[in-house]
């Protein structure tokens, strides 16, 4: 597996993991996609601290992240955002989608 994929995944599963434990709030009025702000924090934080103690300087990892949720909310709403965790957790694989959005900003980020 190329290490692109390896640390998307990683921060599929790390970020939807810590957000399931973030409240679950109705997204934002004005914005039908917008996740609850707990949530895009816990993602954010957790990516971050995570993929920094994988070697990736934090700067980076925080851009990836930050790349990865916001991509996340322009795809999915927060029902299936939350759809997904409880999928993950249940040991599921992410959608292919998901892996592809991730792997976008991995790669932006990376290759800088």
Not at 5 to 18: D, N, W, Y
Not at 31 to 59: D, H, L, W
Not at 88 to 95: E, F, M, Q, R, T
Request: proline share 4%.
């Amino acid at each position: 597996m190329r290490a692109s994929q390896s640390l998307s995944r990683f921060v599929i599963a790390l970020g939807l993991m810590t957000a399931s434990f973030a409240p679950m709030h109705k997204a934002n009025a004005e914005n039908a996609t917008a996740y609850p702000a707990e949530t895009v924090a816990a993602f954010t934080s957790t990516c971050t601290e995570q993929g920094s103690s994988k070697g990736i300087p934090a700067e980076v990892m925080q851009q990836i992240c930050a790349c990865s949720i916001d991509a996340l909310q322009e795809q999915y709403t927060f029902e299936q955002f939350a759809k997904i965790d409880a999928d993950l957790g249940a040991g599921k694989p992410a959608p292919a989608e998901m892996d592809m959005i991730v792997q976008g900003c991995v790669k932006e980020f990376i290759s800088k």
